[in-house]
């Protein structure tokens, strides 16, 4: 029986991998947690009964508390509580679906407990994928993908061979075509109408900026040590090629399926086995076609700015994550415009001072002095 903890689970993902695991009946759910859904939570507790369960958020978590008085189930609140639920009891891996770089200190404290990471939470690599990778490396914890991306990366290089070229596709997001002038006047409601995708708000944002794909270009570098020059992005409307790995002999292997996150959280939770899932089969008759495009990268700037920050490295990457999460917060909330997103980034971007090697407090104290001043 395999044993684990699914953080942010309350959340597109997080409910999505309690599917999963529902549907495979051999896994025992050791941990869960939300920020403050505790309404949800207490649901799952009762069906999943876990061992612990964390709200980041101290009121919610006292309400849980009361909530869920008469379970076995182990209540803990704020940011330690997270790190708490990360490492509890004897899970062999934990999947971390919160969003943002929230995820980063539960990560750490996972990887130094020696659970494997089920990774959905991209903006930890992004913001200290270097320290990341390494402490996994001396742990000897394996890092599996659950980005759509990078578990298709994952499936193309699990029969060995040095990766030449990584393509990762992008479906392009909900503004897709839309011209400067257009994307001036876009609404939250716009944005959030995802073609292919049934995902968070945060990363449905990130998408329709293109800096979810710029985000993953730097996910994919640190996961699979691929220098930056070696990824190229590709945008395929179809979501039905998840990603491609060119090899030295020019041989791409590709990884396809229909756009259903369950898949590769079913893998992620099933590696190394193959295991029939509840996802629909793919059927090639009825795709009309197949199509792959060069990115508009004079209209969606995110993108090629998300790539820079991460080829220029240190603490560039860091500040681009940060100050992305502050301004798609503000663009939900109505604060700002569609375009201002990108002009807050780049203000930050340009007003930061490189830090070459930041250590983890240095990270986590520029992630949240942006945050409080970009608020
Ligand atoms: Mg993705």
Not at 129 to 141: D, P, Q, T, Y
Not at 248 to 274: F, T, W
Not at 332 to 357: C, P, V
Request: proline residues 4%.
């Amino acid at each position: 029986m395999k044993k684990l903890t699914i953080l942010g689970s309350t959340g597109s993902v997080g409910t999505q991998a309690l599917d999963v695991v529902s549907h495979l009946g051999n896994v025992r759910v050791i941990g869960l947690s939300t920020n403050s859904n505790i309404r949800l939570l207490e649901q799952q507790i009762r069906r999943f009964r876990p061992q612990i369960a964390a709200a980041s958020d101290e009121k919610a978590a006292a309400a849980l508390k009361v909530a869920v008085a008469d379970t076995n189930t182990k209540i803990v609140s704020g940011e330690g509580g997270l790190c708490e639920a990360a490492s509890f009891g004897d899970a062999g891996a934990v999947l971390t679906s919160v969003v943002g770089s929230v995820g980063l200190l539960p990560t750490c404290a996972a990887i130094e407990a020696g659970r494997d990471i089920l990774l959905a939470n991209k903006e930890t690599l992004v913001t200290a994928g270097s320290l990341v990778i390494r402490l996994a490396r001396e742990k000897n914890v394996k890092i599996i993908p659950i980005d759509s991306e990078h578990s298709a990366i994952f499936q193309c290089v699990q029969g060995g061979g040095d990766i030449r070229r990584v393509i990762l596709t992008a479906s392009g997001g909900a503004l897709f075509g839309k011209t400067r002038a257009e994307l001036d006047g876009v609404t939250v409601e716009k944005a959030l109408a995802h073609p292919n995708w049934r995902m968070g708000q945060k990363i449905t944002i990130d998408s329709a900026t293109l800096m979810n794909k710029g985000l993953e270009v730097i996910e994919a570098h640190h996961l699979f040590g691929v220098p930056y020059d070696d990824i190229e992005v590709v945008v395929h409307r179809e979501s039905i090629v998840h990603s491609m790995v060119e090899f030295a002999d020019n041989s791409v292997l590709a990884q396809m399926g229909v756009p259903d996150m369950k898949l590769p959280i079913h893998y992620a939770v099933c590696y190394p086995e193959r295991i029939p899932s509840a996802t629909p089969r793919l059927e090639f008759s009825a795709l009309s076609r197949l199509t792959f495009a060069k990115p508009d990268t004079d209209t969606f700037r995110l993108m090629p700015m998300a790539i820079e920050a991460g080829k220029s490295g240190g603490s560039m990457p860091t500040v681009l994550n940060a100050a992305n999460e502050a301004a798609v917060a503000k663009f939900l909330s109505g604060k700002i415009t569609f375009l201002q997103i990108e002009g807050m980034i780049e203000n930050a971007l340009a007003h930061h001072k490189k830090i070459e090697n930041p250590s983890l407090e240095e990270i986590i104290a520029l992630d949240r002095g942006i945050k409080e001043a970009l608020a």
